[in-house]
């Protein structure tokens, strides 16, 4: 049984690209949470998704981010137009249901140049 | 604002030692949880205390919850150089969604 796979590990992107960061979670989960790490910091919640459904998005920035969870295929986090604040450790994390201990993949290192 | 807040920032301990961790909170919660991470890599989970629940073990691990407090504690026996990371609190918030909050945690460093 797989755990939580994210990918890329690392992406390198220069101010104004797109990045999209993939999630696949355990098999059987269909919960899906997004987290982003700074240096030194704990974890910020971002955005917590079921199939299709954005449960609870009051962690993602109005503006550049968005995020799925569709029926067939990863979860993706997509931030457009990149600025180099966005630089960070992306944590993926899935659970059988709400409120439950969480999987963690391994991240996604972005670095915005 | 930030839920979940551990103390203390760092912590440095020789093997052998006892090394204790606070979590405070701020609002009512369904559980708590702590988690670890080393360094670059993903959190794992280390043990879930239920609000009803003031006490449990998980090998060399003791949590305890204070909902009077709102404050939890992580002791780790006998610690051991591979314990070195940081140790995260995490709170499942009731009226929430079921997403979790996670506090800044502590780094313990285990010192042969």
């Known amino acids: 049984n797989a755990g939580v796979m994210q990918n890329p590990r690392h992406l390198v992107r220069r101010r104004g690209q797109e990045a999209r960061l993939r999630c696949s979670p355990m098999?059987?989960?269909?919960?899906v949470y997004w987290y982003r790490q700074l240096p030194e910091e704990g974890l910020k919640f971002m955005v917590y998704?079921?199939?299709?459904?954005?449960?609870?998005e009051s962690g993602m920035p109005k503006e550049r981010f968005s995020a799925e969870f569709p029926k067939e295929g990863p979860s993706i986090l997509r931030i457009q137009q990149v600025v180099r604040g966005d630089s960070a450790a992306y944590f993926c994390?899935?659970?059988?249901?709400?409120?439950?201990?969480?999987?963690f993949g391994s991240g996604t290192q972005l670095s915005v140049l | 604002s930030q839920q979940g807040e551990e103390d203390p920032q760092a912590l440095s301990i020789q093997e052998g030692e006892n090394a204790t961790m606070n979590c405070s909170y701020k609002?009512?919660?369904?559980?708590l949880q702590w988690y670890r991470q080393n360094s670059g890599r993903g959190l794992v989970h280390l043990i879930l205390i239920r609000s009803n629940e003031r006490e449990k073990h998980s090998g060399r691990l003791r949590v305890t919850l204070d909902t009077s407090k709102k404050s939890s504690s992580l002791l780790i026996t006998a610690s051991r150089a591979a314990d070195t990371a940081s140790y995260f609190c995490a709170t499942d918030v009731q009226g929430s969604q079921g997403n979790l909050i996670f506090g800044k945690g502590t780094k313990l460093s285990v010192k042969p």
């Open positions: 098999k059987g989960h269909s919960h």
């Open positions: 994390a899935s659970s059988p249901g709400p409120g439950e201990k969480l999987f």
């Open positions: 998704l079921q199939k299709e459904n954005i449960i609870d």
């Open positions: 609002t009512s919660i369904n559980n």
